[in-house]
């Protein structure tokens, strides 16, 4: 079977070592498609030199049947199927190493968009011989580019997660370099009020622009982004641990002092971080999908003065309902969603004020939970206590993260 299909083959014309091989990728283990090509081709030679085979073309092995071994690169046609694409392997991997030699990284992967006629050439191929066990000649590019790449620079390829990815376009005939965006894990404390978590054009300063300072000086990329598990409104603290993913974008360096970055952050006295790690993308999604349940310290006043007796109908509260609140309707889709209200307990203040300590399911909205958002939420404490209740200060105190989830503890 691999005698006859690899001689339909050759007869077309010449065909490197590579692209013979690889037409048998998947039954001839333990080798190169190029190497595996060469052990075909000699094979052919030497059946050859005992029964020639029916075709005009003596050489069209490729060989130099006298000697029986391959013709030198002055001697052989250009490969009918990659135009002699796998000898020009060594020179893509040159300019790949001159334009890596600036950035500072420690995983590449190598991709590749193929031209038109080798897209056709390869086709038309496989319509005269099937693919059942072919492996595709930009598998093979790819690999064999990465091997190159990975002994001259001592770089390690990665197909997951990689810090940088080598891009060969054949149809442009061009090599470009594409810098993968910097990850990195942390959890974050916000000790002041009165900034976002994430960019926005109304405030000056925010979580992230803190966070993020540091890391763009030392790794010199081009712009950030912070993913987190939730946020706090602009007026509240965050006096629990909430984790995040930095993403920095067209990082030139990528080997950080992530202790000393820690230490000017903290230095700032308005957020502090811990646990700074490196990350990968998965675990953005990771984070954004977490969804735990928070304890609230809220700070509230009340329009009349209320008993300890009134407070305790507020145990009566365990699900509400609530439309978005007006104050974020303008950026949220206006729906109805349904919370729970896990704990609550109190002590009373004097001013007609109280400290309340509320455990929410995510996504309960505190402030709209005591005013009652005008019966956007119900019930809410207005409704039950039948007073205005206004919330003076709220502090996020713990994060409930589920066991399992992002580096919980």
Not at 87 to 116: C, H, I, N, Q
Not at 195 to 202: A, C, F, L
């Amino acid at each position: 079977m691999i005698s006859e299909t690899a001689r339909e083959i050759l007869q077309k014309g010449y065909v490197c070592d590579n692209c013979l091989g690889r037409q048998f990728g998947q039954i001839l283990s333990g080798m190169t498609n190029r190497e595996r090509g060469h052990a075909i081709r000699t094979a052919l030679a030497l059946e050859y030199a005992v029964k020639p085979f029916p075709t005009e073309k003596s050489n069209f092995l490729g060989f130099n049947f006298r000697k029986v071994k391959p013709e030198t690169k002055k001697e052989k046609e250009q490969c009918k199927i990659c135009g002699g694409l796998f000898d020009s392997l060594g020179k893509w991997a040159d300019e790949a190493v001159k334009k890596l030699r600036p950035l500072e990284y420690r995983t590449f992967l190598v991709s590749s968009s193929m031209s038109r006629i080798l897209i056709r050439n390869e086709e038309n191929l496989w319509e005269d011989i099937g693919i059942e066990y072919c492996e595709p000649m930009k598998s093979e590019l790819n690999r064999e580019l990465g091997k190159l790449v990975a002994e001259k620079t001592g770089k390690n390829p990665d197909e997951k997660s990689p810090d940088i990815t080598i891009m060969l376009d054949l149809e442009k005939n061009l090599l470009s370099v594409n810098v993968n965006p910097l990850f990195i894990y942390g959890r974050y404390q916000k000790l002041v009020r009165g900034i976002p978590q994430t960019k926005w054009e109304m405030y000056k300063e925010t979580v992230e622009d803190i966070i993020a300072k540091p890391f763009m000086r030392e790794s010199e990329g081009k712009a950030h982004s912070m993913h987190a598990a939730g946020r706090e409104d602009i007026d509240a603290r965050c006096l629990d641990w909430r984790p995040f993913v930095l993403e920095i974008e067209s990082p030139r360096k990528r080997i950080l002092p992530l202790r000393k970055m820690e230490a000017e952050i903290n230095r700032t006295k308005k957020v502090k971080v811990s646990e700074l790690s490196y990350s990968d993308r998965k675990e953005v999604v990771t984070v954004k999908s977490l969804m735990p349940d928070k304890t609230y310290r809220v700070l509230a006043s009340f329009g009349k003065p209320v008993t300890e007796s009134e407070l305790r109908k507020l145990k009566s509260i365990s699900m509400v309902r609530q439309q978005t609140p007006t104050r974020v309707a303008h950026r949220r889709a206006d729906m109805t969603r349904a919370k729970k209200v896990k704990s609550l307990s109190w002590r009373i203040l004097p001013k007609n004020r109280a400290e309340f300590m509320i455990r929410g399911e995510a996504g309960l909205y505190i402030k709209e939970l005591l005013s009652g958002d005008n019966g956007r939420t119900r019930p809410s404490f207005s409704s039950v206590l039948e007073t205005p209740v206004r919330t003076e200060e709220l502090d996020v105190v713990k994060i409930h993260l589920p066991a399992g989830s992002s580096r919980a503890k």
